[in-house]
């Protein structure tokens, strides 16, 4: 028998799902990083929209950790999300 996925937040935050939760931000932070590393403008835009809208993500993540309680593995894995595209994204608009 297949198993149901959950709707319920905390069950989203499991040790397996936020480690890939963590390559993942990765990811998507050295994609912001090269594209302000280049030269052009337009670049640097997409660059802050990207980090805009994953700290926006970042932060409601934070928010449903601290909401569930007893997660601080994946509550300091958001919070330093949002840190680290705040400041890619201050740096793109800057």
């Known amino acids: 028998m297949p198993t149901r996925s959950s709707l319920r937040p ?14 993942q ?24 929209v990207i980090s805009v809208v994953a700290a926006a ?5 934070g928010v449903v950790a601290w909401r569930v309680g007893g997660r601080s593995g994946s509550l300091a894995l958001y919070v330093g999300a949002v840190v680290v595209f705040g400041l890619l994204a201050f740096l793109a608009f800057s």
């Open 10 to 23: 905390e069950d989203a935050l499991r040790p397996r799902l936020i480690r890939r939760e963590a390559i």
């Open 57 to 61: 993500l970042a932060s409601i993540a």
């Open 25 to 48: 931000l990765g990811i998507v932070a050295l994609v912001a990083a090269v594209l302000l590393a280049t030269g052009s403008t337009a670049l640097h835009v997409v660059s802050g």
